[in-house]
């Protein structure tokens, strides 16, 4: 039918309807400017920032901990922060050096982070491989659950718990 039409009837329709996509993208902008995303979802929200800093926290555990370095391991946390029963600054320090050598390692993987009113909430499930063997085998799989708070000196744990992995899916 757009054949039989006379070319002058599709092109002034063509302008009304793109003057229509004028009009609503204009609408759009003016209802966005009038009520910005923040006033339309007071939810928690993290910037790109936060999580990247806050990744760079869950990686910088598993390093601390496996070379045996107490004064970095506890710098993960706040001053009053918990891993488990183990609370507080000197704590943290004394559980690092009172573990024993070992071939384990802490291999976490992508943390699940959640934004709340107070920080942030944690979950990562984390491999223990052991490194002795060859290749190198996973011999056990746990999850830690933290609680994360943006101090001064950057993102840290307040508490951190680990357990058995719920990897039933649910």
């Known amino acids: 039918m757009s054949s039989l ?5 599709r092109s002034s329709r063509g302008a009304s309807l793109r003057g229509c996509v004028r009009y609503a993208v204009m609408v759009a902008m003016v209802v ?6 923040g006033a339309q979802n007071s939810a928690p929200s993290l ?28 710098n993960l946390f706040t001053d009053d922060g918990s891993f488990g029963d183990r609370v507080g600054r000197q704590a943290l320090l004394e559980f690092v050096l009172g573990r024993a050598a070992s071939t384990v390692r802490h291999a976490p993987l992508t ?10 909430t944690g979950m990562v499930l984390n491999l223990f491989v052991d490194v002795a063997q060859s290749p190198a085998v996973i011999t056990r799989v746990s999850q830690y659950t933290d609680t994360l708070v943006k ?11 680990n357990g058995s992995a719920d990897l039933s899916g649910r």
């Open 5 to 9: 039409m006379h070319p002058d009837s």
């Open 32 to 37: 966005g400017l009038a009520c910005p995303l």
């Open 47 to 74: 910037t790109g920032d936060d999580y990247a800093d806050i990744l760079q926290l869950y990686f910088r555990y598993p390093v601390a901990l496996d070379s045996g370095d107490a004064e970095g391991y506890a």
């Open 111 to 120: 943390p699940v982070i959640t934004a709340t009113a107070d920080g942030a």
């Open 151 to 161: 101090t001064p000196a950057g993102w840290r744990f307040k508490t951190r718990v």
